[in-house]
């Protein structure tokens, strides 16, 4: 994603067996969403989602979903704020390190 002429964000999209976790036909997986720290609170990251959430729609699907670190206060509530819900959980690794992602889920 550009603002004028500087990359400042951008999207990993999967969908069918590409989904990492759920593999519903329904839905879209949100697996990456990144926006430069100089650039967040300016709203590219709500219009982000609304791109998504456009593209989602268009492929006729239900719900886009992502996985969110538990421990990462701040996304969990921008993603909140916006309608996410959590409906579940799954651990990943960091070399050794178990950590645990929060499923949320957006109805569209």
Do not use: C
Not at 24 to 52: K, M
């Amino acid at each position: 994603m550009y603002k004028d002429s500087s990359l400042v964000g951008y999207i990993k999209l999967n969908e069918n067996e590409a989904q990492s976790d759920i593999k519903d036909r329904e839905s879209i997986e949100l697996e990456r969403i990144y926006v430069l720290s100089e650039f967040q609170g300016q709203g590219i990251g709500e219009w982000i989602l609304a791109q998504v959430i456009s593209m989602a729609k268009a492929k006729n699907r239900y719900y886009v979903w992502l996985g969110v670190w538990e421990h990462n206060p701040k996304a969990i509530k921008f993603y909140q704020r916006l309608g996410f819900y959590k409906f579940g959980s799954h651990p990943y690794f960091i070399g050794s390190d178990e950590q645990t992602d929060w499923l949320l889920r957006l109805d569209i």
